[in-house]
């Protein structure tokens, strides 16, 4: 019911689709490193399989697999400094007041948990001859993994997916000849509370991360297919003889019950997933797999000019890629990032992390958390544009749980109503600030994630989803800021304090990011307000807070300032652009609203350099994006799809296409999606009679000369197709499950169009 409630407007807008172009990465040997392999995910289960021949492993992750356990991270009576905090900043004293933050204002403990592997199965050809015309692939369109290749005259294919509709990995093994399967599997796992048992042609798994903590069970059942196919036991291992195929369903499950409670039995959640597809013949389960995976990743597409590169193998093509005449690989990475969020986040399980849903390692970068002044949000952006709402559902989730915690933070470090998220949050929730108070005491993350659900509802135009959904949860947080802004002694505008801007300059008073986000939330508040009809007296407060809100300044240097102080330095090429959240994704600065704002942004960025690390690039499409200049936001996008350490000091991908700080966070991956997605349409302003302005090929760059794209979403609840040739558009569709107008922009020329009620409407240049 929660679904339909939260997604019944965005289910039926479509267009045609025609077929397109193949959606795949593919490679001519075995991955011999985890940033080589290729990843499959459910969004409860996700795995990076290897391909090797003759032994393939599958390393595989579980999302509830942490560190740690269900605990308050709020610092009792912290409100207690606060006031002596503020008046150190306000006298210029920033050590002395982080100093005093670290005594008495940071979470307990001071660091959080860390995201977990699970175990890897292994499963061992036993062909006794080395392969030949070895291939492997990932199949986008319908999240099939595909390795084949021949040895001893008989040629092999192997294929892993992980089926949402079934909660199972599942992988087989087949030859063009009866009875030539012989193979071994077996499971192991790298925590050392950890133990594997065989029996009745089944490996089970169990183990726990700590001893009063997660505790994990994963189960492989083993089935041969074939007449003279011979299934033992060998120790720790499952061994198949004399089979025509084999087929393996790995399930995995932990303890946890929900972000705040232990006590579930994995074994139990093991057998019940099992159960699903007991029985079911693999055409069946791999059927199922594919209409759920392409009902979503069906929904959208981006088509650009194939050339002689496209047919190259995927790290080929991604070496080539700046020298070579390639556009289509920036919509297969339009593509493969709509493919990995699909992969992590579905509506019932843990958002996506830093990781996404895959990690190897027990000690991950940044712990493969939720970082969020920049990180988890970017997760995001491809998800309404893209055409994959659904998959917001689980991060909305974890805002409910985020808010529950967040209340706890907000009276014990504030004293305030409402709910407050600082830079981190993870399995258990955590709302406090944490790490170091030069970094970790930034309070506007729950106000930008609030605004999530309103983008949720500005796409869809789902009144049920913001009265239901979306307000509570932007509600208490605006509550929080309407009590935490205070009147800055100098120029008695309201401003954020103590909180720092992302992560750079210190802790300090009223950073430019904090009150782009407030004033953006507040405004979004008093019109889902005025819209639903409710919480009038709280919009009025908001009415008379938002205007004096410390406003946007441009600096000595013609620069937007990051802070209230005129110190920007143009020297500064730091990874975090965080004071133009404002131009993306926010729009507090426009080239229709604030052009003078907009230009000064637009040197700030000019300032801040090309060259970044991966998630940082991802960042900067989008930038130029909204800055209107295609050729420059191509130029980044060409920065970061190359191999990591093709541009000295920056950024790139691995040879499976994971984005690379380095190391891996997928956020880059995300945010190159998204910004493929926004130099081709925009819908961020309104005219003046508040329709949606739907810009066509906004930033589109001169290396894309013709394409096309369907199924893309604007606001205002539209979808929509376009063509465009030498640079020109020649065809628009438009389609809404409710109806209504919107603004078209496209070159110099502007019209209203009007979509009935489930129809569609053309747009002719």
């Not at 994990?216 to 198949?240: H, K």
């Not at 709402?389 to 109503?417: I, K, N, P, Q, W």
Request: glycine share 10%; hydrophobic share 40%.
């Amino acid at each position: 019911m929660r679904n339909k409630v939260l997604f019944g407007c965005v289910l039926g807008a479509s267009l045609a689709m025609g077929a397109g172009p193949e959606w795949r990465l593919w490679y001519q040997k075995p991955a011999e490193k985890w940033t080589e392999a290729l990843p499959v995910g459910n969004g409860h289960l996700g795995a990076m399989v290897f391909g090797g021949a003759p032994e393939c492993r599958i390393q595989f992750n579980e999302h509830t697999v942490w560190t740690g356990f269900p605990r308050s991270y709020a610092h009792t009576n912290a409100v207690a400094v606060l006031p002596e905090i503020r008046r150190l900043l306000f006298d210029g004293k920033q050590k002395e007041a982080e100093a005093l933050a670290m005594r008495g204002f940071m979470s307990e403990p001071l660091r959080q948990e860390r995201y977990q592997p699970c175990g890897d199965l292994f499963v061992t050809l036993e062909n006794g001859a080395s392969p030949a015309g070895y291939e492997r692939q990932l199949d986008l369109a319908t999240g099939v993994h595909t390795v084949t290749y021949q040895a001893a005259g008989v040629r092999y294919t192997q294929e892993t997916f992980a089926s949402h509709p079934a909660r199972v990995i599942v992988h087989r093994v087949t030859a063009d000849k009866p009875g030539a399967v012989a193979c071994a599997v077996r499971l192991t796992s790298p925590h050392a509370l950890s133990a594997v048992s065989a029996a009745g042609g089944a490996l089970v798994l169990r183990g726990q991360v700590q001893t009063n903590g997660v505790s994990f069970e994963a189960e492989a059942v083993v089935t041969p297919l074939g007449d003279r196919s011979r299934l033992t036991q060998d120790g720790g291992r499952v061994v198949v003889t004399g089979a025509d195929a084999v087929v393996i369903r790995l399930a995995a499950a932990t303890n946890v019950k929900a972000w705040n409670e232990l006590g579930g039995d994995p074994g139990e959640a093991c057998r019940k997933a099992l159960s699903r597809s007991d029985g079911q013949p693999y055409s069946d389960l791999r059927g199922a797999h594919v209409a759920d995976h392409q009902a979503l990743f069906g929904r959208a597409s981006v088509t650009l000019a194939r050339t002689a590169a496209s047919a190259k193998p995927t790290d080929e093509r991604l070496a080539a890629f700046r020298a070579a005449d390639d556009p289509d690989f920036a919509a297969l990475v339009f593509q493969y990032g709509r493919y990995l969020l699909i992969g992590s986040s579905r509506e019932d399980g843990q958002p996506a992390n830093l990781q996404g849903i895959w990690n190897d390692s027990l000690t991950p970068p940044w712990d493969s958390k939720y970082t969020c002044n920049i990180n988890t949000q970017m997760n995001y952006w491809p998800a309404e544009v893209g055409g994959l709402a659904e998959c917001h559902e689980a991060l909305f989730r974890a805002l409910d749980e985020l808010m529950a915690s967040g209340r706890v933070t907000a009276r014990e470090h504030y004293g305030a109503d409402g709910w407050v998220l600082h830079h981190n949050f993870d399995l258990w929730r955590g709302t406090a600030p944490i790490n170091h108070s030069n970094h970790g005491i930034w309070v506007t993350g729950s106000g930008w994630l609030a605004l999530h659900l309103w983008e949720h509802y500005l796409f869809t135009q789902d009144k049920k989803c913001l009265r239901d959904r979306a307000w509570p949860v932007m509600r208490e947080a605006a509550r929080f800021y309407s009590a935490f802004l205070v009147e800055d002694p100098v120029t008695k505008a309201l401003i954020s304090t103590p909180s720092n801007s992302p992560e750079q300059g210190g802790l300090v008073a009223g950073p430019t990011m904090d009150h782009q986000i407030i004033r953006s939330l507040f405004r979004a508040c008093i019109e889902a307000s005025d819209t639903l009809g409710k919480d009038k007296e709280l919009a009025g407060t908001l009415r008379g807070q938002v205007n004096r809100i410390a406003p946007n300044k441009i600096g000595r240097h013609g620069q937007l300032q990051e802070w209230m102080e005129d110190r920007d330095d143009p020297k500064n090429q730091h990874r975090h652009v965080s004071h133009l959240w404002g131009v993306y994704p926010g729009c507090d600065i426009t080239w229709k609203d604030s052009p003078e704002l907009f230009g000064a942004a637009r040197r700030s960025l000019l300032d801040r350099g090309d060259a970044a690390t991966g998630w940082s690039m991802g960042w900067k499409v989008n930038l130029w994006a909204r800055f209107l200049d295609g050729d420059h936001a191509y130029a980044i996008l060409s920065n970061l799809l190359v191999p990591l350490g093709t541009v000295k000091g920056a950024g790139g991908m691995y040879p499976n296409l994971f984005d690379a700080h380095p190391p891996f966070q997928i956020d880059g991956n995300f945010g190159a999606a998204a910004g493929v997605a926004e130099m081709l349409v925009q819908s961020h302003l309104r005219d003046a009679e508040g329709r949606p302005v739907i810009h066509l090929l906004p930033a589109l760059p001169s290396a894309w000369k013709e394409g096309s794209f369907k199924g893309l979403r604007a606001r205002g609840g539209f979808v929509v197709n376009a063509e465009w040739k030498s640079g020109k558009l020649v065809k628009t569709e438009l389609a809404s499950d409710k109806g209504g107008s919107a603004r078209i922009k496209a070159g110099g020329r502007e019209e209203v169009v009007t979509v009935a009620k489930g129809g569609r409407s053309e747009f002719t240049p």
